[in-house]
C-alpha cells in the first residue's frame, strides 16, 4: 500500500505481535513506513518516469492530511521508528511541514524525506525545525547539461544550492543519492563523492530498478552493477571499510572512507536482493 491510495487492502499482510510490533507473513520485524505523500514531480527523471509524464490520480482516491496524520498516528503505536516521506516530490505537497510535526508528536525518532533538491533552498530550516531528521537528496550527475538531460530540464544549480543550504542550516543527516546509469555517469561517480565528502555527508549509489515502463527500459539500456562502482571507488579512495547500517535505516551496503566523516552505501535490488532483510513497509 502507497498511502495516497484509500484502498489499504495491504494492511492485512501485517500481524501485530502481542508486544504491539509489526511482523509481515514472513515473520520480518517492520520498524520503516515509506509515505508517499504525492505522485507528482516537478522533474521526469529517465529512469523514473515516461518523457510525457504519467496519468494522475483522481483526488477523491488520495487521503486527506488528517487521515495520513492519523495513519502515521497509528503505526507509530504499532512500533515504526523510522517514517520516510517520499512522492513524486514530497516537498510540492502543501501539508508536508504539518505532517512532519504530526509524525514528531507521534513519537517517530526518524522522520527523513526523499527529494530533488529544487525546493530546499527555501524549504531546509522550515523542514529542520518541523522535527525532520534526514534528508535523500537525489543529485545524479554534476555536469549542468547532463543534469538536464537525465532529469528532462532539472537546474542542477539550484539543486546544489538545495544541497549546500541543507548542510548550513545543519540537517543531521544527509545523503545524496545517485542512480547508477552506465551511458550517463559512470564516469563521474569519483567526482560526486568528492563533492559529498566535501560537504561532509553520505552518498548512495542505487542500482536502476525495473519499476514501470520507464525504469525496465532504464535497466534494459542503462544497467550497472553496484560492485562495478565500489572496485572503482575503492581504488579512488584507496581503501573502504564495510560498516554495520544503523537500525531502521533501510537495505544500503555502507562503507567509511578512511579519515572522513562520509560514508559511501550501495542500494542493490538486482544484483544482490535484499528482501529477507527487509524492514521497510510502503
Same mark, same amino acid.
Given at each position: 500500500? *502507497?498511502?495516497?491510495?484509500?484502498?489499504?487492502?495491504?494492511?492485512?499482510?501485517?500481524?501485530?505481535?502481542?508486544? %504491539?510490533?509489526?511482523? @509481515?507473513?514472513?515473520?520480518?520485524?517492520?520498524?520503516?513506513?515509506?509515505?508517499?505523500? *504525492?505522485?507528482?514531480?516537478?522533474?521526469?527523471?529517465?529512469?523514473?518516469?515516461?518523457?510525457?509524464?504519467?496519468?494522475?490520480?483522481?483526488?477523491?482516491?488520495?487521503?486527506?492530511?488528517?487521515?495520513?496524520? #492519523?495513519?502515521?498516528?497509528?503505526?507509530?503505536?504499532?512500533?515504526?521508528?523510522? &517514517?520516510?516521506?517520499?512522492?513524486?516530490?514530497?516537498?510540492?505537497?502543501?501539508? +508536508?511541514?504539518?505532517?512532519?510535526?504530526?509524525?514528531?508528536? $507521534?513519537?517517530?525518532?526518524?522522520?527523513?524525506? $526523499?527529494?530533488?533538491? +529544487?525546493?530546499?533552498?527555501?524549504?531546509?530550516?522550515?523542514?529542520?525545525?518541523?522535527?525532520? *531528521? %534526514?534528508?535523500?537528496?537525489?543529485?545524479?550527475?554534476?555536469?549542468?547539461? %547532463?543534469?538536464?538531460?537525465?532529469? #528532462?530540464?532539472?537546474?542542477?544549480? #539550484?539543486?546544489?544550492?538545495?544541497?549546500?543550504?541543507? =548542510?548550513?542550516?545543519?540537517?543531521?543527516?544527509?545523503?545524496?543519492?545517485?542512480?547508477?546509469?552506465?551511458?550517463?555517469?559512470? @564516469?563521474?561517480?569519483?567526482? &560526486?563523492?568528492?563533492?559529498? =565528502?566535501?560537504?561532509?555527508?553520505?552518498? %548512495?549509489?542505487?542500482?536502476?530498478?525495473? &519499476?514501470?515502463?520507464?525504469?525496465?527500459?532504464? +535497466?534494459?539500456?542503462?544497467?550497472?552493477?553496484?560492485?562495478?562502482?565500489?572496485?572503482?571507488?575503492?581504488?579512488?579512495?584507496?581503501?573502504? @571499510?564495510?560498516?554495520?547500517?544503523?537500525?531502521?535505516?533501510?537495505?544500503?551496503?555502507?562503507?567509511?572512507?578512511?579519515?572522513?566523516?562520509?560514508?559511501?552505501?550501495?542500494? *542493490?535490488?538486482? $544484483?544482490?536482493?535484499?528482501? $529477507?532483510?527487509?524492514?521497510?513497509?510502503?
Amino acid at each position: 500500500m *502507497t498511502l495516497y491510495y484509500s484502498d489499504a487492502s495491504r494492511v492485512n499482510d501485517l500481524i501485530v505481535s502481542d508486544d %504491539r510490533s509489526l511482523v @509481515d507473513q514472513f515473520f520480518r520485524n517492520i520498524t520503516y513506513l515509506r509515505v508517499s505523500l *504525492t505522485e507528482h514531480c516537478n522533474f521526469r527523471c529517465k529512469y523514473c518516469s515516461p518523457e510525457k509524464g504519467i496519468p494522475y490520480f483522481d483526488r477523491e482516491t488520495h487521503l486527506q492530511p488528517d487521515e495520513y496524520a #492519523r495513519l502515521i498516528r497509528l503505526f507509530a503505536e504499532m512500533g515504526i521508528k523510522h &517514517l520516510r516521506m517520499t512522492g513524486g516530490e514530497p516537498l510540492i505537497y502543501p501539508q +508536508v511541514l504539518a505532517l512532519i510535526e504530526a509524525a514528531r508528536q $507521534s513519537g517517530i525518532a526518524e522522520i527523513s524525506l $526523499s527529494t530533488n533538491g +529544487v525546493l530546499l533552498e527555501k524549504m531546509a530550516a522550515n523542514l529542520r525545525d518541523a522535527g525532520a *531528521t %534526514r534528508l535523500n537528496i537525489s543529485l545524479d550527475s554534476l555536469d549542468p547539461q %547532463r543534469f538536464a538531460r537525465i532529469t #528532462r530540464g532539472g537546474m542542477l544549480e #539550484r539543486v546544489k544550492q538545495g544541497i549546500e543550504t541543507a =548542510v548550513a542550516v545543519g540537517f543531521p543527516r544527509i545523503s545524496l543519492n545517485v542512480v547508477m546509469l552506465r551511458e550517463e555517469n559512470m @564516469d563521474e561517480c569519483s567526482a &560526486l563523492a568528492d563533492y559529498a =565528502v566535501a560537504l561532509g555527508v553520505d552518498i %548512495r549509489f542505487i542500482e536502476t530498478m525495473p &519499476l514501470g515502463d520507464a525504469g525496465s527500459h532504464a +535497466v534494459q539500456a542503462q544497467y550497472c552493477a553496484a560492485d562495478v562502482v565500489l572496485r572503482s571507488l575503492s581504488r579512488h579512495f584507496g581503501h573502504l @571499510d564495510p560498516v554495520p547500517s544503523p537500525r531502521h535505516h533501510g537495505p544500503a551496503r555502507l562503507y567509511a572512507i578512511p579519515g572522513k566523516g562520509s560514508k559511501i552505501g550501495f542500494i *542493490t535490488p538486482v $544484483s544482490d536482493s535484499f528482501c $529477507s532483510a527487509c524492514n521497510r513497509f510502503v
